[in-house]
């Protein structure tokens, strides 16, 4: 177990080659948001852009395409209720996220199934929110998710649900025994929040804290890692992970300095800043 | 009587417990907003979102989808005229505020009959706008008033169509008594607003001034006071209610120096700051 | 003739009595914005609104009322092509303003007849832009707006339009004729806007440059002089009208030091500072 | 080939001549953004609208009405499924912007016939994203591309599905032979953007970067040289696009002191004082 550090950013976020192009910094395809949820995805979608992903494109319901587009006009849109199309989508994407504000009802089951079966190992996939919820109901997944090897995002309610593990007794043994069967990366949103790695290692991050205890933070996050994952694919997986991690609860931290709560969006403003604050060369 | 002072702030505005989540900051449920007033609910449900309630739900009109998601993504949505929706909502809330922009016809009033039947004594009510002058009209609800202790936030003339005393004549005694018999809390907004609390007591705010004057600035109150009530749950609930209130006019009499008019919209762009501002330890 | 001057400012931009809420602030009722032109009419509601009119209810095409919201959610919403919705607003607003991005079609005409005909002379009316080429097609309309005693904020095209006086030979004689005839105010957008008052007396404007030309800036300006009059009511007519004007090319030019061309929303965005910083005693 | 410096800019962007007003600056017509593709457009329209140009129209979806008016309430609307509107626009508009977001599909390509068939050559047409890929797959526009003379800006990929160099053997001398055939202006967006003027100049930018990299800046870009041909249409043809392409990268650099990434957005809120800051005397 090793405590994520501040040197990781710098690492990581290095500067950009100069002969590159929007395609270099990948392709993010953001699946979610029912007419209940539409705000968990836009956060999500706007945080990946602001990362500085070089496409990023939102399926999500009808419902959400002008608030979408007014939030974050960078973005574009597909009707996730368009199988022709979220396959077509899925298939151009290099980095996926499924659930902020997917729900739980049969429309939701059906994407996730859509996608679980079109991602391919080749590409990276992120599985938040209800789309964890709706995996713990449905075992018969568990096959495609060992062979796409995703990134679950779960706070500790969420994993208790897919795992099987009361919140009362997880623990780095029992957490690391199931994410490995699942062969999985499982970040357990949590006060210290734990990555547990594909690789078998096991990061933890020690900033954050209860300001950030709001709806939607959770959706910013994914779409972070989203971003992050886009751009530095490059570089070493797991430490993209926790750059990504990292990032997140850092920005929090500084803005509750003058803030009692910390909103999503406002942590969506300084991701532009605070990365080129804490870039390193090449 | 007493005189709500600054220091109320930092008694209530205490450090968040470090081990915590969203859910320990409580739900709340705004419901109003016709296709007439939209904005009114909008603003109180992001007044809500930005004092740092855990999760804010707005059942509002299908109209203001869209606008309320652009302005504060970190809400969520239900349709107000899906019955199922709408009480399965309620259900869930700890704190629900009725009002801003509700309007006073056929669908607003079943709105608000199924509002005061699902409501338990256990969850906070807080009762606005519209719904103050239905409630008015309709004594029938008083048995079920008794039975909740609601918040009401009337302006004066509101408080004269519920209680019936004219505004010339509106004083402590004659206010206390029928605010007794309704078993409520009392928000009299007004030059300096005066709260008749359920326990007897009566507090007066001193500050606010003309710069409020203007539309929208009642519904954001109610926000205010939502999102407080939400957080702070295990203070003294009478307390809460006035640092809420304080909190509301201090950001607008700060605000008041460089504006000549004070906009809701400016005042909930402040509420975090003003809250890290003004918060104490445990 | 004279030049508005700065002092006009703080002659009408006074303190607010403390015991007043927003009813003494005026209702501000704006119509206009078809499918085509909806960010016209918002702009005007937007401007009413950050002045300090009391209440501000905005009338217009359906399309634009998520817009309207979103952008400005203190002002309310009625859909204008509801006649009976139309005329219940018409009475009860103290100011109305009626023509920016209004259009030219059937449905606007229709809407400009129900405006003129339920419009009583205790009520102020602006109208601006459509609605001034409208009248200059229907002459039938002189009656009532002789009745009504409007202020019309054309430009010099419009003016030629209205009037019949060629912009290559309109002058102070020429322009005072006709709008004495009129029985109406007529602020003449140009280089050197000039307003020919009810009273036969004319102001002129010496501030103001091309930075402000730009579409929407004369929507901007018609939404000023209806907050204006919404809250100075009881001020001397036609010094309110000439401190409206002054407010928005002062504006602009302050900002123009910073900005190459001025946009009507920045010019809304300093509405409230510039009147606190230039406001006076009682 | 010569490079472009930075003088440039305080020789075209000049003091507005003082009796001027909108109708002087040009009226700007933008076409595109469908159901996916939204932001594109309204990206480029808002830039449009920020640099100055007096009158901006977008021609778009009916899906994106809602999140245009939002984000520039300044520009207006139709819906570009209207041949009658669309005709009527394109005939009164100075400079028209047809390609972001606009798609590749049957409904695209019968806009874009639309365009071609109705636009002068008293006319500037700037050819964008989408429409230079339907262009490279109909040659049978390339009789109408030659009468109209229009500005492609295309990215190395869309040059070569137009002129059929393939991107590694792209040099100046084989792209403006293409060029001189098509008798256009060819904007090549790469590292070192080239531009390949009508009168045979070549200019070259030696300011950008990856910080540019992202999704909707070559919208934006799309969008300042239609502002500025708009205003500047009295200065020289190939000063005044090298000025608007040096203003987009100059914004950039500038932010990217601050921003990892730089987003579409963030340029066009700075246009107005960049702009300003690099202007000139008459």
Redesign the interface.
């Known amino acids: 177990m090793h405590i994520i550090e501040k040197k990781i950013l710098n690492q990581i ?1 290095t500067t ?7 395609g ?2 990948g392709r993010v395809l953001t699946i979610g948001g029912n ?6 995805i ?2 999500a979608t706007s945080a990946a ?8 494109t939102c399926a999500t319901s009808m ?5 979408l ?11 996730y209720q368009s199988d022709f199309l979220l396959i077509d989508a899925i298939t151009r994407a290099d980095i996926l996220l499924i659930g902020p504000g997917l729900g739980t009802d049969t429309t939701s089951l059906q994407i996730l199934q859509t996608v679980l079966q079109n991602t391919s190992s080749q590409q990276l996939l992120i599985i938040d929110g209800s789309a964890i919820s709706l995996i713990s109901l449905h075992h018969e997944f568990f096959p495609l998710i060992k062979k796409i090897h995703p990134i679950f995002t779960p ?2 309610m969420e994993w208790e649900r897919l795992s099987g593990i009361k919140i009362s007794v997880q623990d780095d043994v029992k957490n690391t025994l199931f994410q490995q069967q699942l062969q999985s990366t499982v970040i357990l949103k ?2 210290h929040t734990t990555i547990y790695h594909r690789d078998g290692s096991i990061s933890k991050l020690q900033i954050g ?3 950030m ?5 959770g959706d910013t996050l994914a779409g972070i890692i989203a971003g992050f994952l886009a751009q530095f694919k490059l570089k070493h997986y797991e430490h993209v992970i926790d750059a990504a991690v990292y990032t997140h609860s850092a920005i929090a931290k500084e803005l ?11 942590i969506i403003n300084e991701i ?2 605070f ?2 604050e804490n ?1 390193g060369g090449i």
């Open positions: 976020i950009r080659p100069l002969e590159s192009h929007k270099n910094f007419i209940q949820f539409g705000g968990a836009i956060m852009v602001h990362c500085g992903a070089g496409l990023v419902n959400n395409l002008t608030s587009h007014t939030i974050v006009p960078e973005a574009m849109y597909i009707d706070h500790q949590k006060h804290g209860p300001f205890a709001t709806g939607g933070m509750s300095n003058n803030k009692y709560v910390v909103l999503p969006t406002d532009q800043r990365m080129q870039s």
